[in-house]
């Protein structure tokens, strides 16, 4: 049995997996699910209906980015994308948080931009003050090291980052590279990565 991706090209949580399976060079199906009209066959392995879902050779059924990815690291640890040492990791671990709830909230905004909310509950204001919140706190991160993680190598953080901040340029169309400089240099060094580049969200025709 082939190895299964379900994905969305759009999805930044897709695309942090469709990098980490690039880098370890894993061979496997991706299969796009249609996320305004989902197929039964995703939604018998997706109890909540999101996607990245994998599907392991020998049948496993993995949803969630990071479950994915820390499952992937585990079982194909070349290269590695989370450190060794425990609290090493737990640091990796809490920056890929923040960078999926900057990707959630981002999600957040451009639903509530299309359903034309006018904030009259507060909530548009609570995620824009959330966004901008987080972003200095990675651009400030990143004054201090290469990587989210010290000037080693990449992790699954900065992964996760990139695809949050990938989402945010596709769907709000944010200058944010002129606003954060290291942010910016760093997004465009990673993306000289074939994983990176070839991952790019694109626009629906
Ligand atoms: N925590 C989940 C979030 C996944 C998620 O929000 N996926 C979005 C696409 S980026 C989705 O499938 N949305 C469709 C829906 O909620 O109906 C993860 O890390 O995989």
Request: aromatic share 12%; with cysteine.
């Amino acid at each position: 049995m082939n190895r299964v991706l379900y994905y969305h090209q759009q999805s930044n949580f897709s695309r942090k997996i469709r990098i980490l399976l690039a880098e370890k060079n894993l061979d496997y199906e991706l299969k796009e699910i249609n996320l305004k009209n989902k197929p039964p066959e995703f939604l018998e392995i997706s109890p909540i209906g999101r996607v990245p879902v994998f599907v392991e050779q020998d049948g496993t059924v993995i949803w969630d980015s990071t479950l994915i990815a820390e499952y992937l690291d585990e079982t194909y640890p070349q290269p590695s994308f989370y450190p060794s040492n425990s609290l090493a990791r737990l640091e990796c671990r809490k920056w890929e948080e923040l960078a999926d709830t900057l990707g959630e909230k981002i999600i957040s905004l451009w639903i509530l931009n299309l359903t034309n909310n006018l904030d009259k509950t507060g909530y548009r204001t609570k995620v824009e003050t959330l966004i901008n919140r987080l972003l200095p706190i990675f651009d400030q991160q990143l004054a201090q090291s290469k990587y989210l993680l010290g000037d080693g190598t990449w992790t699954a953080a900065d992964i996760a980052a990139l695809c949050s901040l990938g989402y945010y340029s596709l769907r709000l169309n944010e200058d944010w590279h002129s606003q954060y400089h290291n942010l910016r240099n760093w997004f465009n060094k990673l993306h000289e990565r074939e994983s990176v580049k070839s991952t790019v969200p694109m626009p629906l025709n």
